[in-house]
């Protein structure tokens, strides 16, 4: 197996499938109302929808640095705001989007050649993107993405 297809594999698990950590991204946002993604069980922290609106940005920008090769700004702000008080059509939108963030990358991902994973990208025009971590950090840096924020998911749930 290409060591591109088993990273593949590692967020398809962390976003929707059988994580080995426990529930993936996708399971524990499952069943969620728009009222409790826009919540504040804990007033210094994120709401859920502010947490999937933020998951989408970092989905996106990876996926656009792995089209472009190189680290571009992020694709929206690092924390969108979410409605406090949103109807149900815009967290099944925000839903969307980061289910469409997933496949574009999932896609990308893809495409690159195993040989290209230890390349770290260089920041060109954006030196203040610059990272020093290759492709193969960033790939299972964003599955380590999805579980840490569907733990906080998690922890917020427990609260309604």
Do not use: N
């Amino acid at each position: 197996m290409r060591e591109v297809a088993r990273i593949t594999e590692q967020l398809q698990r962390a976003f929707d499938g059988d994580a080995w950590s426990g529930p993936s991204l996708q399971a524990t946002l499952a069943g969620l109302t728009a009222a409790q993604a826009a919540a504040r069980p804990v007033a210094q922290a994120h709401s859920i929808g502010e947490l999937v609106c933020h998951l989408t940005t970092w989905t996106l920008t990876v996926a656009q640095r792995l089209e472009q090769r190189t680290l571009t700004p992020l694709a929206a702000p690092d924390w969108p705001p979410f409605p406090a008080t949103p109807d149900e059509a815009a967290w099944q939108q925000a839903r969307q989007e980061l289910v469409r963030a997933h496949q574009r990358l999932l896609a990308a991902v893809q495409r690159l050649p195993d040989a290209d994973l230890d390349i770290v990208p260089d920041s060109g025009r954006y030196p203040a993107t610059g990272s020093s971590d290759s492709w193969y950090v960033l790939l299972h840096g964003t599955a380590q993405h999805y579980l840490y924020h569907a733990g906080q998911v998690a922890l917020l749930r427990k609260s309604f």
